[in-house]
């Protein structure tokens, strides 16, 4: 923010969103977000009334009762219980969208939300917030989403909140690729300079496979059109950082080599290379019919139903 960027949303996992502290800075920084909530997180359907002042014939008991405050009649419920027991969710019906394509096919979640007040660090409701459940289809998984973006509010649609909503795993894949190929993982130091040397030099690293597997993707459009003749499930698929670091891996120690051993090198992790592409290829057609053949099964037909791609 400092440096001049913003962004239309916050997204993040349930260890922040169960964070109500984290939530109210946000809210105080005049920050929109779309974060994911544990089953317990707490609010209301309906804005509770809150009590400013003790009542003139209140009768004193035990300790002074700290204001403001909410009336008694209207706990505070948590958001599984709210799903299971409320009109407000038993009597709406679930809308399926299609909420992204991975490579096993496409995901379809159904969903449904209401206007929620979520509870503040200090107890009391905060201003009007969406709450959206989402539930797997093929698996049942249900998911909780609480954002201070309401959908038809201010410009805010549902389907937009959901694309914020699960854009995360983005971001996780690219700490899984950076642990798993870089070694963002394989550090044994001490002191936090250290440990930002580390960082650095593994986000650099991945920032480079990232640019090159990009610019060859590009650049094999061409190629990938003239193999448009060829079997869906023996064409290449694209570059993966795990192949951009190999390829490197295999560049720079090949570099002192004769020029016979290096291009033998060369054509050696090339072939290596095309295996593993075509092999990736068939596994995510494969992946893709089967899950289409289960969603068809069950009535979904991911072409015809609400799109958040």
């Known amino acids: 923010?400092?440096?001049?960027i913003s962004v239309w949303a916050w997204t993040f996992d349930e260890l922040y969103g169960r964070d109500s502290k984290f939530l109210d800075a946000l809210e105080l920084q005049k920050q929109q977000f779309v974060g994911e909530v544990p089953c317990d997180f707490?609010?209301?359907?309906?804005?509770?009334?809150?009590?400013r002042r003790a009542a003139k014939n209140e009768r004193k008991k035990g300790r002074n009762k700290k204001y403001p405050r909410?009336?008694?009649?209207?706990?505070?419920?948590?958001?599984?219980?709210?799903?299971?027991?409320?009109?407000?969710?038993?009597?709406?019906?679930?809308?399926?969208?299609?909420?992204?394509?991975?490579?096993?096919?496409?995901?379809?979640?159904?969903?449904?939300?209401?206007?929620?007040?979520?509870?503040?660090?200090?107890g009391l409701p905060s201003r009007r917030h969406g709450l959206i459940v989402a539930r797997n289809v093929l698996t049942g998984e249900v998911k909780y989403f609480v954002s201070n973006r309401v959908p038809g509010e201010r410009g805010a649609t549902l389907r937009?909140?959901?694309?914020v909503a699960f854009r995360r795993w983005s971001v996780e894949s690219c700490f899984?690729?950076?642990?798993?190929?870089?070694?963002?993982?394989?550090?044994?130091?001490?002191?936090?300079?250290?440990?930002?040397?580390?960082?650095?030099?593994?986000?650099?690293?991945?920032?480079?496979?990232?640019?090159?597997?990009?610019?060859?993707?590009?650049?094999?459009?061409?190629?990938?059109?003239?193999?448009?003749?060829?079997?869906?499930?023996?064409?290449?698929?694209?570059?993966?950082?795990e192949q951009v670091r190999s390829a490197t891996n295999v560049w720079l120690s090949s570099a002192d080599l004769p020029p016979s051993a290096r291009r033998a090198r060369y054509q050696k992790e090339l072939d290596i290379q095309e295996y593993?592409?075509?092999?990736?290829?068939?596994?995510?057609?494969?992946?893709?019919?089967?899950?289409?053949a289960r969603l068809l099964a069950m009535g979904i037909d991911p072409e015809r139903i609400k799109s958040c791609i």
């Not at 505070?76 to 038993?90: D, G, I, K, W």
């Open 42 to 51: 707490h609010g209301w359907l309906q804005k509770p009334r809150v009590l």
């Open 70 to 122: 909410v009336a008694r009649k209207r706990p505070a419920s948590e958001v599984r219980n709210l799903l299971r027991y409320s009109p407000v969710f038993r009597e709406q019906r679930w809308q399926r969208y299609r909420i992204k394509d991975t490579d096993r096919g496409p995901s379809v979640w159904e969903v449904k939300w209401s206007v929620f007040w979520r509870k503040t660090a200090a």
């Open 1 to 4: 923010m400092a440096n001049g």
């Open 176 to 241: 899984r690729e950076a642990k798993e190929e870089l070694g963002l993982d394989h550090y044994e130091v001490r002191g936090w300079r250290c440990i930002h040397r580390h960082f650095y030099l593994t986000h650099l690293s991945h920032l480079f496979c990232a640019r090159i597997r990009q610019e060859y993707d590009q650049s094999e459009s061409e190629s990938l059109e003239r193999l448009a003749d060829e079997p869906e499930d023996q064409q290449p698929d694209r570059l993966t950082v």
């Open 276 to 292: 593993y592409q075509r092999r990736n290829r068939q596994a995510r057609t494969s992946h893709t019919k089967t899950r289409v």
């Open 160 to 163: 937009r909140l959901l694309q």
